[in-house]
C-alpha cells in the first residue's frame, strides 16, 4: 500500500489516499459527490467519472454499463475503479449547485468564480504618501482617507504601531470585515486572506481552510468532538454542562479542538494561522451554544429556548481562537432549541428557501430535522429519531469508520456487504443498517410490522442460504451479517428493527405534520434533499424501504445533500450576504414544536409499520 | 473658619467654601462666571449678583455703585461680598451660551433642558415576557426586538449572563451607545446613568462627574497631571516619551490620574463608578496621544503630524478606565499637532464655528493657539508664546496657586496686589504678571520698547512712593512688588518683561497672519473669546496694555472662555451630534503653520513693541 494522489475536476480538491481505494470511496472521504443510486454496487450505473492517468482495465460491470469508446476515452464507475496510480477524475456536471456536496464537503466550484459574491472579509491595497507641511494629516487619518468607509472604532493595537508603519511603508494592506477594519499590514499582502468554515457537530467537528479571494479549499481537517467524553447527544451535554464549571469545560474542549484543527488546515496548506482573518462557525443550537460559552440549560426543558438564536459576530480572540489577532468568527442564526444553524446552513446550501415546488431536507441524526419548503414559505420541526442511524442503541451499532459495515446487498440468494477501510467488520453504521433492514424487507425476511422471521419460516421464502443466517438469540430472532471470528460477529436484532421503526416512524410522522401544514400529501413532494453523516454511500432504494424517505416519492427525485451544514458554513465565510439572506429566511421558517401536537402520536404509531417488501415473494 | 454652602443659580451649582470668601473668588473656584472688567477691584460694578440667605453690609463700593432699592432686595458685587452663612447667588443671565463657563467650568445649563440634544449614552427600560411554546424566542433575540437598532456584534459577557437576567426579571434596562448595546441590567436603572467630561491639561487634569440625564453636575475633581515630573511642556514629554518604556509609563501616570479622579468624584456625589458608562476626553494633541498610549514623536519635528488626529471611540477597559466594564471613551478630533482637540472643544463651547462676524478665540499657555473666524471659515495657529503666563521662564513666577500675586492694582500712587488663598506672596502668576506689566505701561514705569525705568527716570513721572520700588539688580533694573520677609520677595526683572513681550509678540503675530489670511483688519473683529488658566481673574484692560489682545479691539468685546476645553468634553459627553459637528468643524478650520510662514518673523519683530500707557504722563 502506498499514497497516491487524486485530482477531483472541476472542483480542483486534491486528495491523498491509500492506493487500492475506490474511487467511490475516496470521493466519499474527500467529500465530492459521485452519483450512485445503487449504493456502489456497480448495478445503477449512476458513477460514470472519466479518469486520466493511468486507469484500471474495466471490470465486468463497467464493460456491461459503458460503451466501448467511452472506456477508452477514461470513462468508469467510481465504484468498481480502483486507484493505482496519481490520477485526475472528471466528474460530470450533475446540475447547478449540486456539484460538490459531500460528507467533507468542498464548495469551490459553487463559491467560487464570478457573480457569486464575495467575503464580508476582504483585503485593500494602501497607497500612502509621505506627510509633508503641505499634507500634514496624522497618520490615521491618511489611511482613514484610502478607506471606503469611516471607522468610528480602531484596535489601539493598529494605531500604536501606525507611526513606524507608514514610515517604512509605502504600500499599506487594510483588513476590512464588513467595512471595519481589523488590522494593516506592511506591504501588498492582498494575496493571503485566508478562512475556515468550521462545522461543529455533536459527534464530528470539520475545518475546511479556504483562500478568501477564490473560495478555493486549501485543505479540510477533522476530528472527533472531544465533548462526547461528557455525554453522546445534545441532552447529555446539556445535562454535564449544568454542574460546577462544567459548561467552561465543555467551551474549553471545543474552542481547543477547533484550533487544533485551524492548526492542523494551516500546517497542511503551508499558511501562518495569523493570516487567517474569519472564521464561520456552524452548528446545532446546543453547539454553537457550548462554542460561544453560553448555557444551553433550558433548551432541554420547555419551552426549550436558547440564550442567542441570532447569527452574530465575535472576536477571535474573545472566544479564544488562535487566529489573526484581530480575527472575527461569524455564526448562522439558529431557528428554534433543535433546529439549529446547521438546518439554516442546510436551507441556503441545497436552495430551499427559493423552491417553489414543495421539496423537502431531512438532515438525520440523533434528532432528525425536517424542513419542508414551497413558494417561499418553510416549516421546520425537529423529530426525536434517536441515535438508530449513528450507530448507537443498535447492538452492533458503531459509527462510520474503519470496521463498519456501510453497505449491505444482495447478490446470489446471499447478503453481501463493504466494510469501511476494507477490514474486517467489527460493526454496522447508519447506511448498512439501512441496506440490511432495506434488503431483509425486500427479501421477506422483515415483515410489515417489523418482526423478523425465524430461519423456518423464511426458509421458503429466500432459500437456505439467506434463512441460515437467522437463529434464536438471547432476546428472540437474530440475523447474522457476519461472522469472522468471536471479535468479528455482526448481526442483527429484532430490537435493533424496532429502533429504525421508532426512528423512521418519528421522521415520517414529521414529515406528514408538515405536510399537513402546507396542505399537500408526500406525493407531492418533488424533491427530497437527504443530509446528514450518511455521505453518499446510502441506499435510494433501501431509504425507502425503511421509511427514511416518505413511501410514494420517486427515487430519482432523492438527492444527497451530503454535510449541508458545513457547505452553509461556507457560504457565510466566502459570501457576504449569506447573514442577511439567513436572517430573511430564518425569519420565513415556522418551527412547529411535535411535543406540542396532539396528532403527532397517531401519525408517529401510523408511521410504524413497514411498506412491505417481496423481492421473492 | 467653617464650611458654608453656596448655591449658584440658575446653573444649580452647589459648592462649600471657608467662610470669609468672596462671592468672586468662590464663582471662579466653581467654575461659575461672573462679569469683572476691573478684575475684582470693585471699580467697574459688571460684577452683580442677587445674594439671598444672609448677605453682608453693602461695603463703601457696593453703595456707590448699586441703587439703593436693589441693595435692598440682595444686589451686591461679588468681588465685594464675603459669604459669612450659608447662600444662593443669582447670576444674572449674561447672553446665551455665555452664563457658565468658568475655570472648572459647569455647563450645567448650558447642556440640560430641552432640545438641548441628548448623549449618545441612553439607558432603555425594557419590559419582557416570559418564552413560552406559543413565543420560543431566544433570550437575546427577545431582548434585541425591544431594542432600537439590530445589533451585530454583543459582549459575551451579556449574553452569558442573559438565562439567569432574564428569568429572574421581567424589568430590564439596556445600556445603549451609539445604539450598540454596552450593558443589560436587573430593573429599571434608566435613573442611574452617568458621564465623565475629563480635561487633560499639559498641567492639570479636571473631571466633572455628570447625570446623564439631565446634564448635571454632580461633582467636580482636578488635579496636578503627573506626568509634570517628567517634563513641564508638551515637547518635553515628547522628549521623554522617546526612550525605552517611557511612553507606557507616562500612558499609566495619566490614565490612573483619570481613574483616581473619577473615584473621587463618585464618592463626592455617592454613586458607584460601575454605573459611568462614558468618559469624554479631551486635550492637546499631545496629551490625548499619551492618554491613548501612542507615540507623539512625529508631532515634534516637522511636517509635525500626529499618530491620530480624528475623533474615535475607545472600550473603557482597552485603556484602563475603571467604570462600567462594558464602558466608552469618546475623543474629539485634533486639527493638528499644536492645535489639539481642546481648541477643537474651544470652539465648539464658544460657538465659533457658527459666527458669522469675524471672531477670536486666543487659548493661552505654553503655547497659544489662536482660531479667527467669519463666514463659517476657520483660520488655526498655534504661536510658540513660551511658558511666561503659566509663570514659567519668569524670575517670581508660579502657577496661579496658594501664595501666588494674582492681581494687582494702582491706587493712591503705589501698586497693590491680592494673593490666592489670602497668604503671604510667595511669587507671581500670569494673571499677576499682566497686571503689573500693564499697570506699569500704564504709569510710564515701562516704555514702549518694553524697558523698565530707572528710579531717577520714574519718579518725575509716578512720584516717590513707586519710583522707590525701583532700583538696580544683578541683570538690569528689577521692581519690587512685595517685600514680606527673605522668602517673600517678589519682584519683576527686565528679562521678566521681555519674556512677556515675546509671549505676546507670538500671539500677536498670529493674530496679525490670521487676520491677513482672511483679508481683515484685526480692528474688525467683533468679539474675542479668551481662554486659558486665568480664569475670570484677569484684568482685560491690562491684558490689552500688555498686548495679549490686539490693539483696537474694544474691552467690552473681549469674553472668558474659562476652560473651554473642559465644556467641549461636557458637550461631547452629553450630546450625541457633537462628534459629528466637530469632525464638520475640523474640515472647516484651516491650520496656518506659522514656522512655515516667511512674513512670521516681521510680524513677529514688529509686535514686541508695547502701546504706550501714560496715565500719569
Not at 461569524?330 to 439549529?340: D, E, R
Not at 401544514?517 to 446510502?538: C, K, P
Amino acid at each position: 500500500m502506498r499514497q497516491v494522489k487524486i485530482t477531483y475536476m472541476p472542483q480542483k480538491v486534491e486528495q491523498w489516499v491509500v492506493s487500492g481505494t475506490t474511487i467511490q470511496e475516496a470521493a466519499v472521504a474527500a467529500g465530492v459527490e459521485v452519483e450512485a443510486l445503487c449504493g456502489g454496487r456497480g448495478t445503477c450505473g449512476k458513477c460514470l467519472v472519466r479518469c486520466s492517468g493511468v486507469p484500471t482495465e474495466p471490470s465486468p460491470a463497467e464493460q456491461e454499463k459503458i460503451r466501448p469508446e467511452l472506456l477508452a476515452s477514461g470513462w468508469r464507475l467510481a465504484c468498481r475503479t480502483v486507484v493505482a496510480e496519481d490520477m485526475v477524475v472528471e466528474i460530470p456536471d450533475q446540475g447547478a449547485g449540486q456539484l460538490i456536496k459531500g460528507n467533507l464537503s468542498v464548495a469551490t466550484g459553487v463559491l467560487a468564480g464570478s457573480g457569486e459574491g464575495q467575503s464580508a472579509l476582504v483585503k485593500i491595497h494602501l497607497k500612502t504618501s509621505p506627510s509633508s507641511l503641505e499634507d500634514p494629516r496624522a497618520d490615521w487619518d491618511r489611511v482613514q482617507a484610502l478607506l471606503p468607509q469611516s471607522q468610528s472604532q480602531v484596535d489601539l493595537k493598529i494605531l500604536r504601531e501606525l507611526p513606524v508603519l507608514v514610515r517604512q511603508n509605502a504600500d499599506l494592506t487594510a483588513v476590512l470585515y464588513r467595512g471595519e477594519i481589523l488590522a494593516l499590514e506592511a506591504g501588498d499582502t492582498t494575496a493571503k486572506a485566508y478562512g475556515c468554515a468550521v462545522d461543529i457537530g455533536t459527534t464530528t467537528v470539520v475545518v475546511s481552510l479556504h483562500d478568501l479571494r477564490t473560495g478555493e479549499v486549501l485543505s479540510v481537517t477533522s476530528a472527533f468532538n472531544p465533548q462526547r467524553a461528557y455525554g453522546g447527544d445534545v441532552l447529555a451535554r446539556i445535562d454535564f454542562s449544568l454542574h460546577g464549571q462544567n459548561l467552561e469545560k465543555l467551551q474549553d474542549l471545543i474552542v481547543e479542538a477547533v484550533n487544533v484543527l485551524i492548526e492542523q488546515a494551516s500546517a497542511q496548506a503551508g499558511i501562518d494561522t495569523k493570516s487567517i482573518y474569519l472564521v464561520s462557525v456552524v452548528g446545532n443550537t446546543t453547539m454553537q451554544h457550548l462554542f460561544l460559552g453560553l448555557s444551553p440549560r433550558h433548551i432541554a426543558v420547555p419551552p426549550f429556548v436558547g440564550v442567542l438564536y441570532a447569527g452574530l459576530d465575535f472576536a477571535a480572540r474573545d472566544l479564544g481562537l488562535r487566529i489573526h489577532d484581530g480575527g472575527r468568527v461569524t455564526l448562522l442564526p439558529h431557528v428554534a432549541g433543535y433546529v439549529g444553524a446547521d438546518i439554516v446552513a442546510g436551507v441556503l446550501a441545497t436552495g430551499l428557501y427559493r423552491e417553489e415546488r414543495p421539496t423537502l431536507l431531512i438532515d438525520v441524526g440523533t434528532n432528525a430535522e425536517i424542513v419542508l419548503a414551497a413558494n417561499g414559505t418553510l416549516y421546520a420541526c425537529s423529530a426525536a429519531a434517536g441515535p438508530a442511524f449513528e450507530g448507537a442503541n443498535i447492538s452492533c451499532g458503531m459509527r462510520a469508520g474503519t470496521g463498519a459495515v456501510d453497505r449491505v446487498w444482495l447478490e446470489a440468494d446471499d447478503l453481501h456487504y463493504s466494510v469501511i477501510g476494507s477490514s474486517e467488520p467489527q460493526g454496522i453504521c447508519g447506511s448498512g443498517l439501512i441496506d440490511v433492514v432495506g434488503e431483509l424487507l425486500q427479501a421477506g425476511v422483515i415483515d410489515g410490522t417489523g418482526r423478523l422471521l425465524s430461519r423456518e419460516e423464511a426458509k421458503p421464502l429466500v432459500g437456505l442460504t439467506l434463512a441460515g443466517r437467522l437463529y434464536e438469540g438471547e432476546n428472540g430472532e437474530e440475523f447474522l451479517l457476519a461472522d469472522r471470528g468471536p471479535l468479528h460477529k455482526v448481526r442483527l436484532t429484532q430490537g435493533d428493527i424496532r429502533q429504525v421503526q421508532l426512528a423512521k416512524a418519528a421522521i415520517l410522522a414529521g414529515v406528514h405534520i408538515l405536510t399537513k401544514e402546507m396542505g399537500i400529501r408526500t406525493e407531492d413532494i418533488q424533491r427530497i434533499h437527504l443530509a446528514g453523516s450518511f455521505g453518499n454511500v446510502l441506499n435510494r432504494r433501501n431509504a425507502r424501504m425503511t421509511g427514511l424517505i416518505p413511501p410514494g416519492v420517486d427515487l430519482e427525485k432523492v438527492k444527497y445533500a451530503g454535510n449541508s451544514a458545513h457547505i452553509g458554513a461556507q457560504m457565510n465565510l466566502m459570501r457576504a450576504e449569506t447573514g442577511e439572506l439567513a436572517r430573511e429566511v430564518v425569519k420565513r421558517i415556522k418551527y412547529i414544536e411535535l411535543s406540542d401536537r396532539t396528532d403527532f402520536t397517531e401519525e408517529f404509531t401510523e408511521a410504524m409499520m413497514f411498506e412491505e417488501g417481496g423481492l421473492f415473494g
